[in-house]
């Protein structure tokens, strides 16, 4: 009997930063918050699992969310001030 591998289809979506693209967090008074990323003819919204309430793994997520963006902006930035010929200083 052989072995057969399952695998997964893989979908991978490429939104690219560019003049206009932004981020933002929407804290509402009756509901979870949603952060929306705009990246002018696309948006993603990110939600928690419910409207009304907030799970301990909607929790980590939005930690591990949040170091990872940190971790990427550090990156991004470190990228921009080496090949910038502004003498270090972002625009």
Same mark, same amino acid.
Do not use: C, W
């Given at each position: 009997?052989?072995?057969?591998?399952?695998?997964? /289809? =893989? #979908? $991978?979506?490429?939104?690219? &930063?560019?003049?206009?693209?932004?981020?933002?967090?929407?804290?509402?008074?009756? @509901?979870?918050?949603?952060?929306?990323?705009?990246?002018? /003819? =696309? #948006? $993603?919204?990110?939600?928690? &699992?419910?409207?009304?309430?907030?799970?301990?793994?909607?929790?980590?997520?939005? @930690?591990?969310?949040?170091?990872?963006?940190?971790?990427? /902006?550090? #990156? $991004?930035?470190?990228?921009?001030?080496?090949?910038?010929?502004?003498?270090?200083?972002?625009?």
């Amino acid at each position: 009997m052989s072995r057969h591998r399952r695998s997964r /289809a =893989t #979908s $991978v979506i490429n939104l690219n &930063t560019g003049h206009g693209a932004k981020a933002g967090n929407h804290p509402y008074p009756t @509901r979870t918050p949603v952060l929306m990323l705009d990246f002018g /003819a =696309t #948006s $993603v919204l990110v939600t928690t &699992t419910a409207s009304d309430q907030v799970t301990a793994s909607d929790v980590d997520f939005a @930690r591990q969310l949040a170091s990872e963006a940190h971790a990427f /902006a550090v #990156s $991004v930035e470190r990228m921009f001030l080496r090949s910038s010929g502004n003498g270090g200083v972002p625009a």
